[in-house]
Structure formats: C-alpha cells, structure tokens
C-alpha cells in the first residue's frame, strides 16, 4: 500500500469517483444468477465494503458511478461472441432492463446524485459505455473501482481506466470473484502492476479526515 499522504492526495474528494461493478441483484443478490458468486461478495465482506465505501463517499462529497450489466429481453445488440456470453443467455435469472435483476443490491444505497451507467453488450463497465465521457466531465483523475467480478469486469475496469489516463485505486477487500483464493491472486500479480491496492478502512480513512475538518471549523 503506497504512504497515508500519497493515498489521501490521489483520494481527494473534489478530483475522485467511485465506480461501483455490477453490484446488481441479479448478479450479487439473493436471487442471483451466479449464486457462487454471489456468496463469495457476501461471505468475504467484500459487498459490505461496498456499501461503507458508497456511504463514505456520499458524506464526503466523491461522486458515485454504479455500472449495470443488463440484456434487452429479446437479446439485441448483446454479444454472443465468447462463451461467457453464451452462458448467460442461458442462466434462470436474466439481467433484463427494468426488472429487479438490475436495481442495485442491498445493503449498498444509492444517492440522488449517483449516477447509474447501463450497458446492454460486451465485458467492460468502462469501454463502449458513458463512463469515460462523465468522468471527463466530472473532472475526474482517480477512478475507485469496487464490485464484482474479480474474474473478469473489475480487471477491465482497472485496465480501461488506466489506458485512459486516469489513476485506478483498487480496495482489495471490496472487490470479489471465484473460487475464493484467485482475487488475491490476481490482484498481487495483475491489478497490483497497474493500480494503486488499497484497503477499504484506507480509504474510509482518507474521505473521513476533510469530513472532521469541516466539522470543527
């Protein structure tokens, strides 16, 4: 983990986004489609970090992002071209738009000023999608990637992010995939090469310190 001073000066609330990944009921609920998965993000902690770290941001001013993965009920425009897309296709539970599948899952709360970015194709939360173009606009430099999956849409995340310029934060601990013992492993010898790993108490720390400094001026 880099020195307190070098995390709280990346972390600045007026130059930070919060992107949380798929943190939807369909993916991490109880009702999941990927039930394995959605075990894991709820015996590791990690979806409870989740939402501590989106009630910190909301109480320290850091704009929220929640990226939705989501399928039209008649399937156009998703890809079908790996089979991971295959498989979802298959799956009892459909993320389809507008059904309870895609609301963001308890115990994370989502703001007014939240904004969700929904995405009907490919593997991304960041590429192909309105991400890169708000955060622009937001004046974004630090990118806090949170969510799910360790396997496969947090890498991406990560990597869109830092091909685009912006500094990627990974709290490990809020972040999951499976089986359980490759997140550490891909985050020590992947996301570790790339992003800045943190922990979630780290951060909490860095958005909590202006937060008391406002409140005894």
Same mark, same amino acid.
């Given at each position: 983990?880099?020195? +307190?001073?070098?995390?709280?000066?990346?972390?600045?609330?007026?130059?930070?986004?919060?992107?949380?990944?798929?943190?939807?009921?369909?993916?991490?609920?109880?009702?999941?489609?990927?039930?394995?998965?959605?075990?894991?993000?709820?015996?590791?902690?990690?979806?409870?970090?989740?939402a501590r770290l989106v009630a910190a941001a909301h109480?320290?001013?850091?704009?929220?992002?929640?990226?939705?993965?989501?399928r039209r009920p008649d399937g156009r425009g998703a890809n079908s071209n790996a089979r991971l897309f295959r498989a979802v296709?298959?799956?009892?539970?459909?993320?389809?738009?507008?059904?309870?599948?895609?609301?963001i899952a308890a115990p994370i709360e989502v703001a007014d000023d939240d904004i969700v970015v929904r995405r009907l194709h490919g593997?991304?939360?960041?590429? !192909?999608?309105?991400?890169?173009?708000?955060? +622009?606009?937001? !004046?974004?430099?630090?990118?806090?990637?949170?969510?799910?999956?360790?396997?496969?849409?947090i890498p991406n995340a990560v990597f869109d992010a830092v091909n685009l310029g912006y500094t990627a934060v990974v709290p490990s601990d809020a972040i999951a995939g499976v089986p359980s013992d490759y997140t550490p492993a891909m985050i020590r010898n992947t996301l570790a090469l790339v992003a800045t790993v943190t922990t979630t108490w780290e951060v909490l720390g860095c958005w909590q310190s202006p937060r008391r400094a406002t409140t005894r001026a």
């Open positions: 983990m880099p020195p +307190r001073e070098q995390l709280a000066e990346q972390l600045d609330p007026a130059t930070t986004v919060l992107l949380t990944v798929e943190c939807q009921q369909g993916v991490v609920g109880p009702d999941s489609a990927l039930p394995e998965l959605a075990e894991e993000a709820q015996t590791s902690g990690a979806l409870h970090n989740v109480e320290a001013g850091v704009q929220v992002l929640h990226a939705v993965a989501e296709g298959r799956l009892p539970v459909q993320q389809h738009s507008g059904t309870a599948a895609v609301r593997l991304s939360p960041v590429a !192909g999608t309105d991400v890169d173009a708000l955060l +622009r606009n937001l !004046g974004c430099r630090t990118l806090v990637v949170v969510g799910v999956s360790a396997n496969v849409a």
